[in-house]
């Protein structure tokens, strides 16, 4: 979830981000009830409503022009408006100022992205926004698992004591997917056979697997929204590269001088309001045990013995919760989820379905890790000599993209073409309410710098290709887009 973007170092006054409730707070005297989250905390609470009135306003006036569709974005001549509706009359707004610096220049639909993937993990870590409400509807218990929750996100968009946001240079990542690992028959077989081991591991508890290499995706049974969610999540806190990092929060330099919001985090480790706090997010807090197992100890300990509780969370399609189990071999991640209901005996029975995978799935991790290792290309493998480039698969929550470190080679005005179509883009899908499915699209312009910049949207798939070095002509652009397509795609975007 970190982000490589312009730095900006008053987050006061270049962000604000806020949740609110429309149901509530519609009386005189009861405004402050509709707030949920608020940053940056140590606003008054009448710039606060400000904020939130502007929004509540901003929304009421475009849903009189289109009831169904509520506004995504509204451009002032200072700021910049993002607005998610994640759950009924729920809204996350951010509001961002606009920068005369060149580096300041974002793409909106990233940024609700952003916004996006906030709601997403905290359901699957907290549940519904709205299910805590009617749980608690004085609303301390959202208020306090919303506050922790964000501010331990927003920590992975600090860089030293500069706040960043996703901006032009990010153009050929794509947030909410997941990356995959291309394996080989052999491997693949082997694959399989682990997961058929892991299902036997976990019985008849109707549990699921997840297994990655480095940072990528090589099975799943679970759902791709849910594998989606738990992908961001182990690649962000659970991967052999993020336990290596050794990585400490830097939150508290953007806490320096903020005297409510430092008040309210030193009471994080006690709970808050009285309510027990889960912090999910933060960093630094899992290790490898010796036997291979992942523990943590966010979500408590076994009193009387101080053994870490397993981790828990909730599924999206099934709204079931789950006990989280993580098992990690060299470059090897194997995440288990047995649904809580089916364990009886709690951590006794996990216990026991830790020892099964010792005992009965060690050879085939072994093995697997070993095939896809001997395999495996390092972080330039999936680099296509020539080309810079993005490959979406909306339907499947799938993306591929040239490594990080060849994008960084593409010049200022290559990224801002590439920016620019990827905007042209956002604007057809979203004319369309995002279902293009149907609708075949290019965009191909030449950048300042002669670079060819090209993007090809079909059947739920999307291409995007920067060619710096391509020849004169437009033909020799279009003929270079369909050898990447016929061979990296299947020929999903020839046009033939």
């Known amino acids: 979830m970190g982000l490589s973007s312009a730095a900006i170092t008053t987050p006061s006054e270049a962000l604000k981000f806020c949740i609110f409730d429309l149901r509530r707070g519609q009386h005189e005297g009861e405004e402050l009830e509709k707030i949920l989250f608020f940053f940056p905390a140590d606003l008054p609470f009448p710039t606060q409503l400000s904020v939130i009135g502007l929004s509540e306003g901003l929304i009421t006036f475009t849903r009189i022009f289109s009831p169904e569709a509520a506004c995504e974005v509204i451009e002032a001549e200072l700021h910049s408006h993002v607005f998610f509706e994640a759950e009924p ?3 996350m707004v951010m509001v961002v100022a606009k920068n005369k610096e060149t580096e300041a220049i974002w793409r909106i639909e990233a940024l609700r992205s952003v916004l996006k993937e906030i709601h997403s993990l905290f359901i699957m870590f907290h549940g519904s926004i709205r299910v805590l409400l009617d749980k608690e509807p004085g609303g301390g218990l959202t ?18 004591n500069k706040f960043v946001l996703p901006n032009f240079r990010d153009s050929l990542k794509q947030r ?13 077989i082997e694959v399989q056979s682990l997961v058929g081991a892991l299902d036997s591991c976990m019985g008849n508890t ?13 099975s799943t049974t679970l759902t791709p929204d849910d594998t989606t969610n738990l992908f961001s999540y182990a690649t962000s806190r659970l991967t052999p590269r993020v336990l290596s990092s050794g990585r400490s929060s830097t939150w508290s330099y953007l806490r320096k001088g903020n005297a409510e919001l430092a008040s309210r985090s030193a009471s994080i480790g006690s709970g808050l309001d009285g309510f027990r706090i889960v912090r999910p997010l933060q960093h630094g807090k899992w290790s490898k045990g010796k036997d291979g197992f992942l523990v943590t100890d966010i979500w408590g300990v076994e009193v009387g013995n101080l053994v870490p ?3 828990t969370l909730w599924l999206q399609q099934t709204e079931h919760k789950m006990y989280l189990c993580a098992y990690q071999h060299k470059s090897l991640t194997i995440i288990l989820l047995i649904p809580v209901t089916s364990m009886l ?14 005992e009965n799935a060690s050879a085939k991790i072994v093995k697997v890790e070993e ?3 001997k395999g495996w290309g390092g972080e330039n493998a999936y680099h296509v000599k020539g080309y810079r480039y993005l490959l979406v698969d909306g339907d499947r929550n799938i993306s591929r993209a040239s490594p990080p470190g060849k994008v960084t080679t593409l010049t200022k005005e ?32 030449r950048a300042k710098n002669n670079a060819w910049v090209i993007a090809r949207s079909t059947r739920g798939k999307e291409l995007y290709i920067v060619l710096e070095k391509a020849n004169e002509t437009l033909l020799y652009a279009s003929e270079a887009i369909e050898k990447f397509s016929d061979r990296y795609c299947n020929g999903a975007f020839s046009l033939d």
């Open 89 to 91: 009359d729920i809204w």
């Open 143 to 160: 208020r306090s698992h919303l506050f922790t929750f964000i501010m331990d996100y927003l920590n992975d968009f600090l860089m030293g």
């Open 176 to 188: 909410g997917t997941v990356q995959m690992l291309t394996v080989g028959r052999e491997a693949a």
């Open 206 to 218: 109707s549990g699921y697997s997840v297994i990655l290499f480095q940072d990528l995706l090589v």
């Open 309 to 311: 509780t397993t981790p």
């Open 345 to 358: 005996n709690g951590e006794e029975g996990i216990s026991m379905l830790k020892q099964q995978l010792l």
């Open 371 to 373: 095939k896809l290792a």
């Open 414 to 445: 290559s990224l801002l073409a590439i920016n620019k179509v990827r905007e042209d883009v956002d604007l057809e899908k979203s004319r369309g309410n995002g279902n293009n499915d149907d609708k075949d699209l290019e965009i191909c312009i």
